[in-house]
């Protein structure tokens, strides 16, 4: 999968959308709820279920950054799904609020 | 990732939260992109090309911002304040463009090839349609806002500032959904200014409702923040004088006002002195940014300014002065003339990288190989890494070889009692190339030129003594507060016209 910057990926098994900030340094596998997303133009394949292994939930807004591989993909559909990369969950990082939007 | 994409989160997120406009009428988060949606359409019927907005803060603006996101064109809010003939040619440049126009302006445009023309009722009525459009549009999303500069140094450039920059800055420095619902932030800048474009941009992503001012004046900018319960507005140094002019004479406290941040321009440290006691309730923020930035880069924060205010130490109260310290994401350097970075406490050239510093021009792209742009502002960092800024290095007088920046002088003269406003440039010499000159707007009486010569000399170097003096009533300020100090210099540049000291 190529992940660009500005590409848009959903997940399979749940309404999970994401865009990527941050492009991976290296090839990198991201899933959402344990299956590989696909570009977000593409039509979801039928029969797929959320792995209970997975199913934390996406947060619509927060950036998801995996360190390993240095890709970074903002969330702008939230769903049942965990985001992963390589099988790693991928934990979710605070914007740098600014002063001036306290 | 693009604009639209930022208000099709928070509609999806918050739909019936309020989004633009009063309480009693304004629309919320759902209702802009339903309108949005129905102008893109009807923005590309109308032979889609360049999106340009010639028009007063309001509704219609942020929907065309939108719109031009969802249609991925670039979007160009034009200054509707420049003289017909300058603004025909800006229009012209935007082609193929279709223009959203202020009804009242439309009369001013001519007939630029390649441009339609729209009115702004017309289009209201267009994005007020009922139901939902469902038209879909190209994903090609590249070019998000042009910017022409302001041109108080030349012919005004445009600035590209690419979809990625400007979301990169927004969901850099803002926390999705992060504002309460109360909030709401008064937008007084101009649609043509960056600060503009960026305080729809965050103020959608964080949830906050925005009130546009249609033109900034004092009476009407404390008027709204009292009716309208304001909780953030961000002005440029002038307006804040004169906000607090207004406030001082009608007792006016804004009690629920509780971020102002300013930039776009030097302030002058007695008028956020002043603003400190009169609104003790606000944090107040200084945020320093160009067009070429997408808007801020460095912040001197709320509890920079209050340790700043109450420090006896020089080097800590001499912070008020300064833009406070760059955005964390960023890197920010000082170099010398020939590209040497510079340890603190040396003056040289502000160099800035990062992902929202696009840094680039229609034709012209100005960052060099390792993602460096440099900002033409002189400035230079302290130790624990405030970032003061001199201004422009063209305003930078070269007196004998030693190169003296003007704000520092304005500063030591607007102390002085007599004293409203003052401009300091440089104006040819036949002995040192050039020399200090200062035009000074008086307050009451006039002061002698030998009283103001003293008071410089006792503050700052005798070179830094301004040698040449004029007095007027009034200095010549673009609207979004900038002196225009090249206009100054030109009226002085001929020997001829040399005025005499006072």
Same mark, same amino acid.
């Given at each position: 999968?190529?992940l660009k910057p500005g590409s848009r990926w959903k997940s399979?098994?749940?309404?999970t959308e994401v865009v990527v900030v941050r492009p991976p340094?290296?090839?990198a596998?991201l899933r959402c709820?344990?299956?590989?997303m696909?570009?977000?133009?593409?039509?979801?394949?039928?029969?797929?279920?959320?792995?209970?292994?997975?199913?934390?939930?996406s947060?619509?807004g927060k950036r998801y950054a995996d360190?390993?591989t240095g890709l970074e993909v903002l969330c702008v559909k939230?769903?049942?799904?965990?985001l992963s990369v390589?099988?790693?969950?991928i934990g979710a990082k605070?914007?740098?609020?600014?002063?001036?939007?306290? | 990732m693009?604009?639209?994409?930022?208000?099709?989160?928070?509609?999806?997120?918050?739909?019936?939260?309020?989004?633009?406009?009063?309480?009693?009428?304004?629309?919320?988060?759902?209702?802009?992109?339903?309108?949005?949606?129905?102008?893109?359409?009807?923005?590309?019927?109308?032979?889609?090309?360049?999106?340009?907005?010639? &028009?007063?803060?309001?509704?219609?603006?942020?929907?065309?911002?939108?719109?031009?996101?969802?249609?991925?064109?670039?979007?160009?809010?034009?200054?509707?304040?420049?003289?017909?003939? #300058?603004?025909?040619?800006?229009?012209?440049?935007?082609?193929?463009?279709?223009?959203?126009?202020?009804?009242?302006?439309?009369?001013?445009?001519?007939?630029?090839?390649?441009?339609?023309?729209?009115?702004?009722?017309?289009?209201?009525?267009?994005?007020? @349609?009922?139901?939902?459009?469902?038209?879909?549009? #190209?994903?090609?999303? #590249?070019?998000?806002?042009?910017?022409?500069?302001?041109?108080?140094?030349?012919?005004?450039?445009?600035?590209?500032?690419?979809?990625?920059?400007?979301?990169?800055?927004?969901i850099?420095?803002?926390?999705?959904?992060?504002?309460?619902?109360?909030?709401?932030?008064?937008?007084?800048?101009?649609?043509?200014?960056?600060?503009?474009?960026?305080?729809?941009?965050?103020?959608?992503?964080?949830?906050?409702?925005?009130?546009?001012?249609?033109?900034?004046?004092? %009476?009407?900018?404390?008027?709204?923040? $009292?009716? %309208?319960?304001?909780?953030?507005?961000?002005?440029?140094?002038?307006?804040?004088?004169?906000?607090?002019?207004?406030?001082?004479?009608?007792?006016?406290?804004?009690?629920?006002?509780?971020?102002?941040?300013?930039?776009?321009?030097?302030?002058?440290?007695?008028?956020?002195?002043?603003?400190?006691?009169?609104?003790?309730?606000?944090?107040?923020?200084?945020?320093?940014?160009?067009? %070429?930035?997408?808007?801020?880069?460095?912040?001197?924060?709320?509890?920079?300014?209050?340790?700043?205010?109450?420090?006896?130490?020089?080097?800590?109260?001499?912070?008020?002065?300064?833009?406070?310290?760059?955005?964390?994401?960023?890197?920010?350097?000082?170099?010398?003339?020939?590209?040497?970075?510079?340890?603190?406490?040396?003056?040289?050239?502000?160099?800035?990288?990062?992902? @929202?510093?696009?840094?680039?021009?229609?034709?012209?792209?100005?960052?060099?190989?390792?993602?460096?742009?440099?900002?033409?502002?002189?400035?230079?960092?302290?130790?624990? &890494?405030?970032?003061?800024?001199?201004?422009?290095?063209?305003?930078?007088?070269?007196?004998?070889?030693?190169?003296?920046?003007?704000?520092?002088?304005?500063?030591?003269?607007?102390?002085?009692?007599?004293?409203? #406003?003052?401009?300091?440039?440089?104006?040819?010499?036949?002995?040192?190339?050039?020399?200090?000159?200062?035009?000074?707007?008086?307050?009451?009486?006039?002061?002698?030129?030998?009283?103001?010569?003293?008071?410089?000399?006792?503050?700052?170097?005798?070179?830094?003594?301004?040698?040449?003096?004029?007095?007027?009533?009034?200095?010549?300020?673009?609207?979004?507060?900038?002196?225009?100090?090249? @206009?100054?210099? $030109?009226?002085?540049?001929?020997?001829?016209?040399?005025?005499?000291?006072?």
């Amino acid at each position: 999968m190529e992940l660009k910057p500005g590409s848009r990926w959903k997940s399979v098994v749940c309404d999970t959308e994401v865009v990527v900030v941050r492009p991976p340094k290296t090839e990198a596998d991201l899933r959402c709820g344990g299956y590989p997303m696909i570009p977000n133009a593409e039509p979801k394949p039928e029969g797929k279920t959320l792995s209970p292994d997975f199913a934390e939930g996406s947060q619509m807004g927060k950036r998801y950054a995996d360190d390993e591989t240095g890709l970074e993909v903002l969330c702008v559909k939230p769903g049942a799904g965990t985001l992963s990369v390589g099988g790693r969950p991928i934990g979710a990082k605070e914007a740098k609020k600014l002063p001036a939007s306290d | 990732m693009h604009t639209a994409l930022l208000l099709d989160m928070m509609a999806d997120a918050a739909p019936d939260r309020l989004a633009l406009g009063r309480k009693r009428d304004g629309l919320t988060f759902y209702e802009v992109r339903r309108r949005a949606h129905h102008a893109a359409e009807w923005l590309q019927a109308k032979g889609a090309g360049t999106v340009v907005f010639v &028009g007063l803060n309001g509704t219609a603006l942020p929907i065309a911002l939108f719109a031009a996101g969802m249609l991925a064109k670039p979007f160009a809010p034009l200054n509707y304040r420049l003289p017909d003939a #300058d603004l025909q040619k800006l229009l012209a440049r935007t082609a193929p463009s279709v223009a959203v126009v202020d009804d009242d302006m439309a009369g001013r445009l001519g007939r630029p090839e390649g441009v339609t023309l729209v009115t702004r009722s017309a289009f209201e009525i267009a994005c007020n @349609q009922s139901g939902h459009s469902e038209a879909a549009f #190209d994903e090609d999303h #590249d070019i998000g806002v042009l910017l022409f500069t302001s041109g108080t140094t030349g012919e005004p450039k445009a600035a590209i500032l690419r979809h990625r920059n400007l979301t990169s800055y927004v969901i850099s420095t803002v926390e999705f959904l992060a504002s309460e619902a109360d909030e709401a932030a008064l937008v007084s800048v101009p649609p043509y200014h960056v600060a503009g474009v960026s305080a729809i941009l965050t103020g959608v992503y964080s949830g906050r409702r925005i009130v546009h001012l249609e033109t900034f004046t004092p %009476e009407a900018w404390v008027a709204t923040a $009292a009716e %309208e319960a304001i909780t953030h507005a961000m002005v440029v140094p002038t307006m804040l004088g004169r906000i607090l002019d207004v406030l001082e004479k009608s007792g006016e406290t804004l009690p629920t006002l509780k971020a102002v941040s300013y930039g776009g321009g030097r302030m002058p440290p007695p008028v956020i002195e002043r603003a400190m006691r009169l609104l003790p309730h606000v944090g107040f923020a200084n945020a320093y940014g160009l067009t %070429e930035t997408s808007s801020t880069i460095s912040i001197l924060g709320p509890d920079d300014h209050r340790e700043a205010m109450a420090s006896s130490d020089p080097n800590i109260r001499r912070r008020l002065g300064s833009v406070g310290r760059p955005l964390p994401f960023l890197d920010v350097e000082i170099r010398g003339p020939s590209g040497e970075v510079l340890p603190p406490g040396q003056s040289g050239e502000i160099h800035v990288r990062g992902d @929202q510093v696009s840094g680039e021009y229609a034709g012209k792209k100005v960052i060099d190989a390792e993602g460096w742009f440099a900002t033409n502002d002189g400035g230079w960092m302290d130790e624990d &890494g405030y970032l003061f800024v001199e201004g422009r290095l063209d305003d930078v007088i070269v007196r004998g070889g030693e190169n003296i920046s003007p704000g520092e002088i304005e500063d030591v003269l607007r102390g002085h009692p007599q004293v409203a #406003d003052v401009a300091v440039f440089g104006a040819p010499d036949n002995e040192w190339g050039e020399t200090v000159a200062a035009v000074i707007v008086a307050k009451g009486a006039r002061p002698s030129t030998e009283d103001l010569a003293g008071w410089v000399k006792a503050r700052l170097r005798s070179t830094k003594t301004p040698e040449v003096w004029a007095f007027r009533d009034a200095l010549p300020y673009n609207d979004t507060g900038k002196l225009l100090r090249r @206009q100054l210099k $030109a009226e002085f540049a001929g020997p001829a016209k040399q005025p005499a000291s006072a």
